[in-house]
């Protein structure tokens, strides 16, 4: 099925040419020497950022290109000559080998339609019961004989960590479309499923070796407001005891005591796109939506944040806005501050939460909102999002809050 995958986003953030044969020998492999034994030792030293895999004796690293998996004896169970339309991917797609198969999305990094001949491999699924062998991730974990403690010695804390009956999966988050997700059987602990996805043009090397790291007209003309505005559609935001309007520079929470989390965040946006950064003070993570207002591609420094929030339990940084609504505020309070203000409220049955939402316009995409616990009687959870007026594209923005959403858990 096809997929727009990368929407405008991926591309926005990454993609600068596309997919060629000239290309094609531009992705660099740890190895490409095939061995002559199927049990050959293999050794990948690098990190699992690095997004590198071993399979029949031959390493990789996404995105890979198809030719690249091809020439290494790979047949792919489909037409070779269909076209991807531009800046889209094709899901799940099988490749196989002397008995063993993985799943791979193919991807087209191009504006312009191009032939699965001529694309990438940016994401695999691998699965021990299909590989017939051995199959080795980065820093020399080896599927179907790892555990649990063994791969988060080796990898560091995931970003998250969802059990049941059956399965215990952990999700490692590098940026945009940068992740991993791997699981093992609950029972044994052993690691049975990785799945590796890096939908990233081989060409952005030369993007962030160009990309000038000086601040921008732009950061240098931002203005953090001198107090918080008595106006809820300012976008004047107190949060972790430092003012901002937003949207605010990523320059300008660094200035505050914030630091960008590398592993995490884009390196490079490109200019009027998105992208995404994790932003670390005090043991607390900040993961939002960041646009380049700059005319030219830039570091992630001086990308705009879009959005902030705090919460009681996840996310616990102070916040205030406007009419003096803040986190931990009496409900009785909070419905006084906000008895002349015009606002949508939505309940959750399940939680014992109402959420009030205060929209800028009918577009819905610059609000505050204010979660109310019922159960305490209290605001639990603030979130203001702004974007800058005139640059603003629905698609994009609806996908990368959506993106956000799935990782800022109880906001």
Known sequence: MKRAVLF?????????????????????????????QEDEEVSIESELQSFEFSIKGVNYRLPVTYQELTDNGWEYKGEDTEEISGESYLEDKKFQME??????DITNFS????????????????KTQDAGEKITLPGNIVMQEATVVQVTDAYGTPRDRYEDQESITLTYEYGVYRKAVLTFDADTEILNTAELCNQTNPEDAELYKAVKKGATQEVKDYQA?????????????????????LPAPVQAFIDNGWEVDEERSDEVVKSGQ??????????????????????????????????????????????????DIMLGMRESAFLAAIEDL????????????????????EEKLDYTSVTVDSALSMVSGIKVVHYQEGEKNQVQIIQAMEDVEAIQKGV
């Open 99 to 104: 008995g063993a198969s993985l799943s791979a």
């Open 274 to 323: 998105y992208g995404y950064v994790t932003l670390v003070k005090e043991g607390q993570n900040l993961y939002v939506v960041v646009y380049n207002y700059g005319s030219d591609a830039t570091v992630i420094q001086n990308c705009f944040v879009t959005s902030v929030y705090g919460d009681l339990t996840v996310t616990k940084v102070p916040i205030r806005v406007a009419h």
């Open 225 to 245: 407001p001198l107090m918080v505005s008595n106006n809820i559609m300012d976008f004047t935001v107190e949060y972790g005891g430092s003012l901002y309007q």
């Open 342 to 361: 015009t606002y949508e409220k939505s309940d959750d049955e399940l939680t014992k939460t109402s959420t009030y939402f205060f929209y800028l316009d």
């Open 111 to 126: 504006v312009d339609p191009m032939p699965i001949s001529e694309c990438h491999i940016g994401k695999v699924t691998l």
């Open 8 to 36: 405008c986003l991926l591309i926005a953030v990454f993609a600068l040419g596309g997919c060629s044969k000239q290309e094609e020998k531009s992705v660099p492999l740890a190895s490409q020497e095939e061995s002559e």
